[in-house]
Structures are given as C-alpha cells and as structure tokens.
C-alpha cells in the first residue's frame, strides 16, 4: 500500500489565494491530523478527525477548515491565505487515537508558500 | 497544559561516538511519550514510545530511550551513531482523554555527524 499521500509537495499561493491541501490514506485508518512545522517550532495540532464525519480543532486551527467525507481522505483547505500560513505541513494517520498502542504513520507533507 | 522541551537545537557527533539526546516533559499526569526522527525532506517515522512498564524503551535503529519520573526526563541514546543518522529528532507527550488523541512536540534537535 502507499500509506500516507499528501499532493501537492510543493505550493506558492499569493495572500487571500484559497488552495486545498490533499492528504489520503490507504491502511484503513481512522484517525487522521494535520500538523504545522515551523521553524524553531516543532510540530504542532491544526486539526484531527476521528472517523468519517467528525472533525476537531487542535492547538492552532485558525484559517484552516477540515472535513472528513470519507475514511480515506482528510483535505485542509485555506480558504484566504496569509503570509503567516508559510509553513510545512504534514498529514498523519493512525487505527485510532490511542496512540499508545497505535503508530501514527506520516506523510511525506506539503511545502506551502504565502508570498 | 503538556509541554515537551528539548534543551539542544543541534548537537554534533562524531561517527561511532555514543549520543544522547535530552527531552523534558510537563504533564500533571502519567505522561505517554514518544521519540520522532525526520530525515531531510521526509516525515516523520516513530522510533519509539513509552507508557508503562520498563522505564528503559528499546526502539528501532539501535534506538534507546530512559523515563526517569524524577527528572521529567526521557532522553534518547545511542551507543554507536552511523552517518546516516544525520537527521532532526523530536520528542513528543500524549495527552487528551482517554483516548489520548493528540501530540505534543518539542521543537526538534538537529543532529549533525561528523566524519
């Protein structure tokens, strides 16, 4: 299987561009997140769902929206983009959110530019 | 709120030397942590966990890692470090409710080998 997929790798988007990041995943998972990497920052929580149909905010969702129509996708989407958006992200899937017991596997992520 | 610090930015080692690698926690409960290395240009891939048991974790790639409750410690060592470890290591805590659904990362230590 691919695992975790994420398109595009590469993005430039001018300020209040709207874009939609692609993440997918093949192994069944339930769980699924988003993540932000900044410099200096590590990684940090945009937004999780737990399965199909459900969403949650995570340490920083502001300018980001989610859904979850199905199991295998998890898109976050921009919807007027901000130069303070400048950031890596990546995409992450696990069986479920007990992550004790569960790996959460990562994808490869996107490298986003707000000029 | 948990937090994960991570007192060294980069650290550089020679090829064969031992390594360790320091992370500090806060959490008012038992913590679930977790050690991450991402390759340049890569995600990030699980090298091991902790949440019970042996306060001594055995990972992948010759991988180690001690929870030491007194400290609020759980750093990562290596006793013979390749070249191809050359990448930034994150240390990370668990945290939500039972379902222990999210992460919290430190922001990274880049690890840089010598010949």
């Known amino acids: 299987n691919a695992g975790v997929t994420q398109t595009p790798k590469f993005q430039v988007l001018k300020t209040g561009q709207s874009m939609t990041l692609q993440c997918a995943q093949d192994m069944n998972h339930e769980y699924m997140s988003w993540y932000r990497q900044d410099p200096g920052m590590g990684l940090r929580l945009i937004h999780y769902?737990?399965?199909?149909?459900?969403?949650d905010q995570g340490e920083v969702p502001n300018g980001y929206n989610v859904s979850r129509s199905t199991t295998e996708d998890f898109p976050l989407r921009l919807l007027s983009a901000a130069p303070s958006q400048t950031s890596v992200y990546f995409c992450?899937?696990?069986?479920?959110?007990?992550?004790?017991?569960?790996?959460?596997?990562f994808g490869p992520g996107t490298r986003l530019t707000v000029l | 709120a948990q937090s994960v610090t991570q007192p060294d930015i980069h650290i550089t080692v020679s090829e064969g030397a031992s390594l360790e690698l320091r992370c500090n926690y806060s959490?008012?409960?038992?913590?679930?942590l977790f050690w991450y290395v991402q390759s340049p240009g890569q995600g990030l891939q699980l090298l091991l966990k902790y949440f019970s048991g042996d306060t001594l974790v055995q990972g992948i790639k010759g991988f180690e890692a001690e929870f030491k409750r007194s400290q609020s410690s759980f750093n990562l060592r290596k006793p013979s470090v390749h070249w191809s470890d050359a990448a930034e290591y994150f240390c990370a805590v668990a945290a939500g409710n039972s379902g222990y659904s999210t992460l919290t990362f430190g922001k990274g230590t880049m690890l840089l080998v010598s010949p």
């Open positions: 959490y008012g409960a038992t913590p679930y």
């Open positions: 992450a899937s696990s069986y479920s959110r007990h992550l004790l017991t569960d790996t959460q596997y």
């Open positions: 769902s737990v399965g199909a149909g459900i969403t």
